[in-house]
């Protein structure tokens, strides 16, 4: 494939092929920062990968008191799923266990779109009859929101009625750093984390935002619905199908996902940015992305778009 | 602005459930003038008892108010009316949207079984305000329902959902109340008597009904979004949400999924 290069860095010109997801966001306040930053920490626990988590979850961005609607500290948490249907179950089960559960938290809506997933709604069952629904106007959108009050042994769960989905979000924008040695390239692969979750509506869901284990689908192994990618394994370089160059040690890979495809485009943007700025400093050799061939997602976020600092024009589409 | 002057005061009740901004829309004045509002054999119509100044926009001015104004705002689905004086019972009853203003006192059952829109009560409003008419399932059933001075007695019976903001209230303020808020500077003896669910706010409070039941103070985040939700109707309801209150839950006669929330200075 033809190289690029930004900041002196190669860029191979490929693309990142994503596809379209559903997603939500909901915001978790708590009395504390650092009491809703838990909440939100656990609830985003084990959601790295839709296919073995049911769930891909991170944290959006911190909220200040007069960000929230209850007027306390919070946080934005997105989620994502194959289906509606399934992220329903996750956000049930995520929101059950870990926001329910966690002292003094609160949790609200924190995105509009067309497709209702009922929360509270669901949730207040736990109440066992004792629970009572609220509404209240919002005094920001001038619009009534409701609300279920559910006893817990604090005082209340506050957990709003329902939360929304949202269209067009899209999982698996992902950038991948070819490195010389695995401190340099966990170096690089942080900064280009920072810089993509400086993208609102975005998360990267995987451990500090970055895999090591990226994969391919299919394997030898029958049944194994994926496996890892063995043309980026650095122990496999020389066999038939390596990707790698004899220089590169290490490769490590930043996944994206985001409420619109924009935002996916954004953050790899600003990722590739980072990343490649930095690079030099720390033996970057190569920056790719990962696909399919692009025939299993619509969205195909070429590398060459990204390389202006600003959008030329609407990346990922089909 | 369409404006009705009224010419003296009414020598019958007058229904004024056809008379508003959507309903004068599209008539001419000599039109608007047949309309009937008589509620006798005597067949007034509106023309009779005020000067009518029409302009064809949504917000229509009563000028000269009576307390035989009856169902002023009545059915009222979007615009606003705006009454210079006093009316009578059922001010905005079975309203859907839009606003109602009352620059002097209301009649009985104000804002009944009203699902939105705003009602405005700068002066007093009389027994059953926000409450059931007789035989109907529910009173305010989801507008906001604002009294600056005194309500009578039993505000909010059967009060299903909405809010009523009220300076002071009579005995029974939210009798056999299904579900909404209330919240005043001070309530009569027995609030909540016979409640289901729903939230009773006040200053003050008279004597309680025994099936009430003190759950001591408690910082809840729903009394936040209250404070957050009052503030911008009436700053001194919102600080009493947001002070130091005791809480009662009742009325355990009943369902008992209710609260009673006192000031505790």
């Not at chain 1, 656990?42 to 839709?50: C, I, K, L």
């Not at chain 1, 709003?160 to 490195?179: P, S």
């Not at chain 1, 940015?273 to 061939?293: I, S």
């Not at chain 2, 007058?14 to 008379?19: H, I, K, M």
């Amino acid at each position: 494939m033809a190289e690029l290069t930004l900041n002196g860095i190669p860029v191979i010109d490929t693309f990142a092929e994503a596809f379209d997801v559903a997603g939500t966001a909901i915001i978790i306040t708590n009395d504390t920062a650092k009491w809703a930053m838990i909440a939100a920490t656990t609830m985003t626990g084990f959601a790295t990968s839709v296919i073995g988590c049911g769930a891909e979850a991170g944290i959006d961005c911190e909220l200040s008191p007069e960000e929230t609607p209850d007027g306390r500290p919070g946080v934005r948490v997105l989620l994502f799923g194959f289906e509606p249907n399934g992220l329903k179950d996750q956000l049930l089960k995520r929101v059950g266990q870990c926001i329910l559960t966690c002292p003094g938290t609160a949790c609200y809506a924190g995105v509009d779109g067309p497709t209702k997933i009922k929360l509270g709604g669901a949730i207040r069952y736990f109440g066992d009859g004792f629970a009572v629904a609220k509404k209240l106007p919002d005094p920001l959108t001038g619009k009534t929101r409701r609300y279920w009050r559910i006893p817990v042994m604090d005082g209340e769960f506050l957990c709003e009625d329902f939360v929304r989905a949202v269209d067009g979000a899209v999982g698996g924008g992902n950038l991948l750093f070819l490195g010389r040695n695995h401190a340099q390239t966990l170096r690089v692969a942080e900064i280009a984390v920072d810089a993509a979750r400086t993208v609102a509506g975005a998360i990267l869901p995987f451990p500090g935002g970055i895999v090591r284990s990226g994969s391919k689908v299919g394997a030898r192994t029958k049944g194994m619905m994926a496996s890892t990618n063995d043309a980026y394994c650095p122990t496999l370089k020389g066999r038939a199908g390596t990707e790698l160059a004899a220089d590169v040690g290490v490769v490590l890979e930043i996944v994206i996902d985001a409420l619109t495809s924009q935002g996916v485009a954004e953050s790899m943007r600003a990722a590739l940015h980072a990343a490649t700025e930095a690079g030099a400093a720390h033996g970057l050799v190569a920056v790719t992305a990962g696909n399919y061939g692009g025939n299993l997602g619509r969205h195909h976020y070429h590398l060459k778009d990204l390389l202006s600092k600003e959008p030329a024009s609407e990346a990922g589409a089909a | 602005m369409t404006t009705l002057t009224l010419r003296q005061e009414p020598p019958e009740r007058l229904d004024f459930l056809n008379v508003n901004p959507l309903s004068l829309g599209g008539l001419s004045e000599s039109e608007a003038a047949r309309l009937p509002v008589g509620t006798s054999r005597r067949g007034l119509t509106l023309g009779d008892c005020f000067a009518i100044a029409l302009d064809g926009s949504e917000d229509l001015v009563i000028e000269g108010g009576s307390s035989r104004l009856d169902r002023v705002g009545a059915s009222l689905s979007g615009g606003t009316i705006r009454v210079v004086g006093d009316v009578g019972q059922r001010l905005g009853e079975g309203m859907k949207g839009g606003a109602v203003t009352v620059t002097g006192s209301a009649g009985p059952f104000a804002g009944s079984g009203a699902t939105g829109g705003t009602i405005t009560i700068a002066g007093d409003a009389g027994d059953h305000a926000g409450g059931a008419v007789y035989a109907a399932k529910a009173g305010l059933d989801g507008a906001t329902l604002v009294i600056h001075g005194a309500a009578g007695d039993h505000l909010g019976d059967r009060m299903r959902r909405g809010l009523i903001l009220v300076g002071a209230a009579g005995a029974y303020a939210g009798s056999r109340m299904i579900a909404g808020t209330i919240a005043a500077a001070s309530l009569g003896d027995h609030p909540g008597y016979g409640m289901r669910r729903g939230t009773l706010l006040a200053g003050k409070v008279g004597a309680l009904a025994p099936s009430f039941v003190e759950t001591g103070t408690h910082d809840l985040v729903f009394l936040r979004l209250l404070a957050r939700s009052l503030r911008p109707l009436s700053p001194s309801h919102a600080d009493l949400a947001a002070g130091a209150l005791t809480r009662y839950s009742g009325d355990l006669a009943t369902l008992g999924k209710g609260e009673l929330w006192v000031s505790a200075a």
